[in-house]
């Protein structure tokens, strides 16, 4: 079981990415109970958690990226996006996706966003 993200890459300030992030290996009966969320970690700095959705759909942002970037899952796909508009150079991290039921927690191998100014 593991969890792929893709899409990171470079963009200017101002301009938008797509993450996804695809359970692979995880059955059904195992992911659409998660929590699934988004990660980032800039140089320096420790990992914050960016946005998450859990099983019903409610959803939690980090403060800096509300109003900004959309979570969203397709428990049919067992996959988990984050949408990010309006990019800023501080939002320039290594984006973790990240899956959470009871004790239970899967990281992803990260992907790289850098916002140029």
């Known amino acids: 079981v593991q969890l792929q993200a893709s899409g990171g890459g470079l963009v200017q300030a101002g301009g938008s990415l797509r993450l996804s992030c695809r359970a692979s290996?995880?059955?059904?009966?195992?992911?659409?109970?998660?929590?699934m969320g988004w990660y980032r970690q800039a140089p320096g700095k420790q990992r914050e958690l960016v946005a998450v959705?859990?099983?019903?759909?409610?959803?939690n942002y980090l403060d800096s990226v509300k109003g900004r970037f959309t979570i969203s899952r397709d428990n049919a796909r067992k996959t988990v996006s984050l949408q990010m508009n309006s990019l800023q150079p501080d939002d320039t991290a290594v984006y973790y996706c990240?899956?959470?039921?009871?004790?239970?927690?899967?990281w992803g191998q990260g992907t790289l966003v850098t916002v140029s100014s």
């Open positions: 959705i859990g099983p019903g759909g409610i959803t």
């Open positions: 290996g995880m059955i059904t009966s195992v992911f659409n109970p998660s929590d």
């Open positions: 990240n899956s959470k039921r009871g004790l239970s927690t899967l």
